[in-house]
């Protein structure tokens, strides 16, 4: 009942009984596996969603979707077309913007995701640019969640995710935007490469387990492992701690650092090895690259960065 024929002629008298319109929900649906953040991401009620979904059913002559807990599950049916749903509909909207010319007065959002401590770096930049280009935008910061990265951006639920340079798909692209260093911050006169091995040191993540960024750096270019007797949930906090803690030792971005107060008592050091400097920039999603409007807000965010 469910094959895809491959046709060799187009049938145009087929189409009237088709609604294009519900197609949209399909991929919606299908990549956030949720009728409620899809039809959020269509700006309709879920009421809305939940009847197109069962007109969609009907003509397909599948269930589609099937509720199992909390998600939306899709049918193998729904498995085996959505390339070819998605590759469509990329397709007709390439079309219908390729006549187009795009009015930056148009855009009314613009929403990224980011994590806490980048925030004061990235979302003043960005407000005071666009200000400076008359547009009336309103900017949505989101917390950073690492783990819906691929979903967000795939569903258009963010524009952009901010973060450090890291391969997550070869759907998701990484523009460069900003490079920084590690830095010591302690109240030590001299942090040198034994001293620092066998310091005390505060980390920072928003996380509950896992390694900590500096860690991961670490631990790619100099194998050097250290006792972390303090896991804060912000470099503010660690500061704090710092200022209380005479032989402690905080490693952490320079850049994060120059938006932050801190005591008198804490000296900063470089670091007594080589290490690679942090990259930081924007993801965003393959898929978006002819869209006229996120090409206009990728080039000014970058340009805003040379």
């Known amino acids: 009942m469910n094959n895809i024929h491959n046709l060799h002629g187009l049938d145009l008298s087929f189409f009237h009984r088709i609604d294009i319109n519900l197609y949209p929900l399909f991929i919606a649906i299908y990549e956030q596996k949720s009728i409620s953040n899809a039809a959020s991401s269509l700006n309709i009620t879920q009421s809305a969603a939940s009847h197109a979904l069962q007109r969609l059913r009907q003509q397909l002559e599948d269930d589609v979707f099937i509720r199992v807990g909390n998600k939306m599950s899709a049918t193998p049916f729904a498995e085996q077309i959505y390339p070819t749903v998605k590759q469509a509909l990329l397709t007709i909207q390439n079309i219908s913007q390729q006549k187009h010319v795009f ?40 917390k950073l969640d690492r783990k819906h990265i691929m979903a967000d951006l795939a569903t258009q639920q963010l524009d952009f995710v901010i973060d450090l340079e890291q391969y997550l798909s070869p759907k998701i692209t990484f523009d460069h935007l900003v490079t920084d260093e590690f830095v010591i911050c302690s109240q030590l006169k001299e942090v040198d490469l034994s001293s620092y091995i066998n310091g005390r040191h505060i980390g920072v993540s928003s996380r509950r387990t896992g390694a900590l960024l500096e860690d991961i750096y670490l631990n790619q270019h100099q194998k050097i492992s250290r006792n972390v007797f303090m896991r804060c949930q912000n470099y503010s ?29 804490i000296r900063l050091h470089s670091l007594p090895f080589e290490m690679t400097n942090i990259k930081m920039g924007m993801f965003w999603h393959e898929d978006l690259r002819d869209n006229l409007r996120h090409q206009f807000l990728r080039h000014e965010i970058i340009k805003l960065f040379q």
């Open 103 to 142: 009015d930056p007065t148009s855009l009314k959002n613009l929403k990224i995701a980011v994590h806490d401590e980048i925030e004061p770096i990235i979302l003043p930049r960005l407000a005071q640019h666009f200000q400076n280009l008359n547009l009336d935008l309103q900017f949505v910061s989101m």
């Open 237 to 265: 906090t660690a500061l704090q701690v710092l200022e209380a803690q005479a032989d402690a030792i905080l490693t952490m971005p320079r850049m994060i650092l120059q938006h932050l107060s801190y005591s008198s008592k």
